[in-house]
Nanobody
Framework: VQLQASGGGLVQAGASLRLSCATS????????LGWIRQAPGKEREFVAA????????YYADSVKGRFIISGDNAALTIDLQMNDLKPEDTAVYYC??????????????????WGQGTLVTVSS
């Protein structure tokens, strides 16, 4: 499964950043797609997910109201719009996919396919 993440960078607290994950037509139409992050010295943490076929979305409590996940059917990408960024959002953000996404969306080991990650650094 192709997953190519891009868009990370260094921003100040309160700023916005948009991540994008390019994938294949097959994955986009059949898989659940999402973003998982890993901060320095911490375990991987679920951020947000979407079923592109239904547009149903899921969010971690820590990002609700600030982050928006969306799918672009023409470009075959899922995007993560991150607003009002905080220093605690600093992490490597991974794009991930899974064939079944009904239960335990935030359970990391159930995500089957992973992209290479993109670094987001938020300075205070």
């Amino acid at each position: 499964v192709q997953l190519q993440a891009s868009g990370g960078g260094l921003v100040q607290a309160g700023a916005s950043l948009r991540l994008s994950c390019a994938t294949s037509r097959g994955a986009f139409s059949r898989y659940g797609l999402g973003w998982i992050r890993q901060a320095p010295g911490k375990e991987r943490e679920f951020v947000a997910a979407i079923h592109p076929s239904t547009s149903r979305t899921y969010y971690a409590d820590s990002v609700k109201g600030r982050f928006i996940i969306s799918g672009d059917n023409a470009a075959l990408t899922i995007d993560l719009q991150m607003n009002d960024l905080k220093p605690e959002d600093t992490a490597v953000y991974y794009c991930a996919a899974r064939r079944e996404m009904v239960l335990k969306v935030d359970t990391i080991y159930l995500w089957e396919y992973w992209g290479q990650g993109t670094l987001v650094t938020v300075s205070s």
